[in-house]
């Protein structure tokens, strides 16, 4: 069993920045891949950014070059830091992770809470 908690949202205005945490339990984090995701009011949710055991990254067209995913395994945390903020990167953000070791999966086993981003223009 794996539980997540994300910390680190807020309200920033457009071009701005912010890192999200994403802190794990269990021993076996590191054989994980970690993910994030978001879900905008009236949307569904959707693929934001995606790490291997091996720190391989994968990333939605919409947030590449903006945000970066990492990982650090001593701390069993990933983050996501997030720059050049838009007004639509509004959103609920979701921390996840599976044993899967495919950095494109879509079945993550583990869900965080979630934290909220708000982003004005």
């Known amino acids: 069993q794996v539980q997540l908690v994300e910390s680190g949202g807020g309200l920033v205005q457009a071009g701005g920045s912010l890192r999200l945490s994403c802190a794990a339990s269990?021993?076996?984090?590191?054989?994980?891949?970690m993910g994030w995701f978001r879900q905008a009011p009236g949307k569904e949710r959707e693929f934001v950014a995606a790490?291997?055991?091996?720190?391989?990254?994968y990333y939605a067209d919409s947030v590449k070059g903006r945000f970066t995913i990492s990982r650090d395994n001593a701390k069993n945390t990933v983050y996501l830091q997030m720059n050049s903020l838009k007004p639509e990167d509004t959103a609920i953000y979701y921390c996840a992770g599976t044993p899967q070791a495919d950095v494109t999966t879509t079945r993550y086993d583990y869900w965080g809470q979630g934290t909220q981003v708000t982003v004005s223009s």
């Open positions: 269990g021993r076996i984090f590191s054989m994980y891949t």
């Open positions: 790490i291997g055991r091996t720190t391989i990254r």
